[in-house]
T-cell receptor, first 114, second 112 residues
């Protein structure tokens, strides 16, 4: 069965460290997204990609970067982790808007920055 | 600025009764709307959608209503079941792209 996975599921790191969160989907979707979920804010879009070599900034992109070298993966990198980046991170994927644009979500990564 | 708003952080309903979850949006470019359900420690799962050419969409116990003039949508769950207890997010997408803007969520508790 097609799926979307995230790793690690839990991560504790220190301020200033570089952290990379992995996202892998086997749906063969062109679109991939990264969100963070915080109390009182819901899900906020960090970065998204509409295909290989395409990346776009979302509403809360500062301090984060992504790269898309293949269809299946969209890793999210925190260049220098800050305590404000403690959150739950969700990756999602979807088909093109002409089809079914519903996004399928991974199980999430809980990141704690000390 | 939050473009999609869910003004009720929580809602409690008796089993068998109707649950009504509300969502408001500000961007008139939004033309596709979804509801997601989220259990603790899991990712959101897609529940039901509606496009702006419709004002109602049903799927079993779940019905979504869209009032474009009021920029308001609602999710009705009838009858509510204890397994429906979760956080519900509404999301909206503009006609110019594939990204979605999410509300802050409403935590539904269905009391047996």
């Amino acid at each position: 069965d097609a799926e979307i996975t995230q790793s690690p599921r839990h991560k504790i790191t220190e301020t200033g460290r570089q952290v990379t969160l992995a996202c892998h989907q086997t749906w063969n979707h062109n679109n991939m997204f990264w969100y963070r979920q915080d109390l009182g804010h819901g899900l906020r879009l960090i970065h998204y990609s509409y295909g290989v070599q395409d990346t776009n900034k979302g509403e809360v992109s500062d301090g984060y970067s992504v790269s898309r070298s293949n269809t299946e993966d969209l890793p999210l990198t925190l260049e220098s982790a800050a305590s404000s980046q403690t959150s739950v991170y969700f990756c999602a994927s979807s088909e093109s808007r002409a089809g079914q644009p519903e996004q399928f979500f991974g199980p999430g990564t809980r990141l704690t920055v000390l | 600025d939050q473009q999609v708003k869910q003004n009720s952080p929580s809602l409690s309903v008796q089993e068998g009764r109707i649950s009504i979850l509300n969502c408001d949006y500000t961007n008139s470019m939004f033309d596709y709307f979804l509801w997601y359900k989220k259990y603790p420690a899991e990712g959101p799962t897609f529940l039901i959608s509606i496009s702006s050419i419709k004002d109602k969409n049903e799927d079993g116990r779940f019905t979504v209503f869209l009032n474009k003039s009021a920029k308001h949508l609602s999710l009705h769950i009838v009858p509510s079941q204890p397994g429906d207890s979760a956080v519900y997010f509404c999301a909206a997408s503009p006609n110019t792209g594939n990204q979605f803007y999410f509300g802050t969520g409403t935590s539904l508790t269905v009391i047996p």
